[in-house]
């Protein structure tokens, strides 16, 4: 398994941040949450949601500790932010996971069980107990229903240090795709029923067929009798 460091800092503390792999906020207090300048110079920072609302549904990270989100609350986030991460509602975010101590895990699963999630999120154990080496070695032997993807091994004066699973890192979600997608008519429904079977509109699929159409879809449809066969378009599967 290939390990990769990670370093998280406030947004106080950004311009000590060293080479690599970075971690942000993208809630909290104005010494807490990254700005739009702090995103940019370190494009691929993992996000952290760090308030107590756990607001933030499109971040990668939810910070399950004292003063942030708590153990009750985690379940729901976890939930919602898979939600968005499988319709790429925001394209990067990664496969949700929980922030939280060493101390903690044991609680914050039994709450995770309680909120019907029995398994799928990665966890970022903070244990500074450990060495670097240490650390990494929870990572690589990591399994189960909650992995743990991160341990975060040292707290510095501007910043902290963790490993983590790239594979967790570099898996991130994508924006859906837009179509148009080629459909054929059945020649038992008409537009305005197959629109309504997808949520839209007959004048919005009209709209999408008629500039997607290419010059064979034109010499097909010109020997059709309607509606048996006739090419239609879409902007989702």
Known sequence: MSITLVYDATHANVSHLPPGQAAGYTTGSPGIK??????????????ICQDITASDITADILDVE?????????????QSA???FSKGARPGQRHPALYTSAANVTPLVNA???AGVNAGPGLWVANWNLSDAQATAEVIAASGPYPIIGVQYASGEYYDSSCFASAWLNTVSHAP??????????GH???????ADRGTTAAHLWATTAAAY????????????LPHGWPYYTTNP
């Open 66 to 78: 004292s003063g942030a989100a708590t153990n009750a609350i985690s379940g729901k986030w976890y």
């Open 189 to 195: 429904r008409s537009l305005a029923a197959i629109a």
């Open 214 to 225: 290419t010059e064979t879809d034109v010499h097909t449809a010109s020997g059709l009798v």
């Open 82 to 84: 898979l939600a968005s």
């Open 34 to 47: 990254w700005s739009p300048s702090d995103w940019a110079a370190h494009p691929g920072a993992v996000r």
């Open 177 to 186: 795709s837009q179509g148009p997608y080629r459909h054929l008519a059945d």
């Open 112 to 114: 995770l069980i309680t």
